[in-house]
């Protein structure tokens, strides 16, 4: 097949590793001798491998403990019916999940280089796992579901600033990372559901510097019981439901997460250690056990477009002490919102010109209401935004300095998000439709939202 196997010298290197050059994707089997199956355990791969070759080795090299494939490169295939794309670690490439087997001696695995996605379950249950060399992959766009879920040695992970999706639970349950960063300049847009969830060492994570992250699905940080800090993007529009559940965090000053308009339910269920919350004024909804049981929880400011606190919301926040709510619409309350918590000792801060509106509802008559001025509080209105259409472009121009510019069409779609940091700005939309919603937040904290 004019493959080698060749061996690189002891002398060489600090243990015995096997090289193999394939020439051939697909033929790693016919380089790897019988006799040596349930012995080899460093190999050191290069040339062009295909997804064959990734489960010839899961499925017959039992004692492998370090793979090189620095040197490789990752050809397309079809296996069995099952389509697997060029530069990508292949879905259950060293799992198989279904019968709860995976490399269960592989400590270290360095991918190519020019790798592009991992597949979802690529690495789950390898539960010895501790080195890859993912930061180096600059390529890198995709981590798929369960990629690295129960890889429970795995200490650390930097994620390469190329990646702009991590898959669900692509590091969850029994992971005991004690560190995980996001390179500089990072493309990061979305992070799944579940997708650290049961993570018991992390303590401190900071997504503060990933303008593009947009989406956190739900329950992605459940029962991080150790988290006890994490920094959001103002980019963040969506956070999915139970995503802090059973967490360590202390406080949730989320003021400038502009485009956040609920708050979904169990957000918070059971973080005892919550002390603040501060909602952005963007907010609609808190949903239904948002805050139930955070029995630490003191201070509460609402937003300014809230109207709907759901069901058992803030139930069993025995500490609860004053809420700020500056909301326009007086806000509806479903069922034992605020079930356990003695709300004529606490202090809710209204609008003065709404305060008749809370002294007359059966809900929120019973707080200790006090009517404050709130101007100035909301999504204050600007003079309207010159909005000009070009063929496949959009022409923003304002009187102030915009952060952000987000466009919808009219079924609540998003066409495009960008970052801005100036009064003008082209926001490139192909194929865009005959009517859309443009939505600017603007530097100093308010937003406007236009209409066409």
Not at 285 to 311: H, K, M, P
Request: contains cysteine; aromatic residues 10%.
């Amino acid at each position: 097949m004019g493959a080698l196997l060749l061996f690189a010298p002891l002398a060489a290197m600090a243990q015995d590793v096997t090289e193999f050059v394939v020439t051939q994707p697909g033929t790693l089997s016919e380089l790897v001798s019988q006799d040596v199956y349930t012995t080899l355990s460093d190999m050191k791969i290069t040339g062009t491998v295909d997804a064959r070759d990734f489960f010839f080795i899961r499925d017959n090299l039992t004692r492998i403990s370090s793979i090189d494939m620095t040197e490789a490169t990752i050809a397309a295939c079809e296996v069995e019916g099952t389509s697997y794309d060029a530069d990508a670690i292949p879905a259950e490439a060293f799992s198989l999940p279904q019968e709860s087997t995976a490399m269960t001696r592989m400590t270290t695995f360095e991918a190519p280089l020019s790798t592009r996605s991992i597949g979802d379950n690529a690495f789950y249950l390898c539960n010895v796992l501790r080195e890859t060399n993912i930061e180096s992959l600059q390529e890198l766009q995709y981590i798929g579901n369960g990629a690295f879920s129960r890889c429970n040695r795995l200490r650390g992970f930097v994620l390469p600033a190329s990646v702009v999706e991590v898959g669900d639970a692509a590091f969850a349950y029994d992971v005991a990372m004690s560190t995980f960063e996001v390179a500089a300049g990072s493309s990061l847009e979305t992070l799944g559901s579940n997708v650290f969830r049961g993570n018991t060492q992390l303590r401190t994570l900071d997504f503060s510097a990933v303008t593009r992250l947009s989406t956190i699905g739900d329950y992605a940080f459940a029962s991080c019981t150790s988290l006890s800090t994490i920094g959001l993007p103002q980019s963040v529009g969506r956070i999915g439901e139970g995503a802090f559940m059973y967490t360590a965090v202390e406080t949730a000053d989320w003021s400038h997460l502009w485009s956040l308009d609920t708050i979904e339910g169990s957000m918070f269920y059971g973080t005892t250690s919550l002390q603040q919350v501060k909602l952005p004024q963007s907010v609609q909804e808190v949903r239904t056990s948002a805050f139930s049981g955070c029995t630490s929880l003191q201070e509460v400011a609402l937003s300014y477009n809230l109207v709907f606190v759901g069901d058992w919301a803030f139930s069993g926040c025995t500490a609860l002490d004053s809420i700020f709510c500056p909301a326009q619409t007086l806000p509806l309350v479903g069922y034992e919102a605020f079930e356990g918590v003695a709300v004529e000792n606490v202090t809710l801060a209204v609008d003065a010109t709404k305060l008749p509106l809370y002294e007359a509802d059966m809900d929120w008559s019973a707080f200790h209401l006090v009517g404050i001025d709130v101007s100035g509080v909301g999504l204050t209105k600007v003079s309207a935004a010159k909005v000009v259409r070009g063929s496949q472009s959009l022409l923003l121009t304002t009187q102030k300095e915009m952060a952000q510019v987000a466009v919808y069409d009219f079924g609540g779609n998003l066409l495009s998000q960008v970052a801005v940091s100036g009064c003008d700005t082209v926001v490139a939309l192909p194929g865009l439709g005959a009517r859309y919603i443009v939505r600017i937040a603007y530097a100093d904290g308010t937003t406007e939202v236009v209409k066409r």
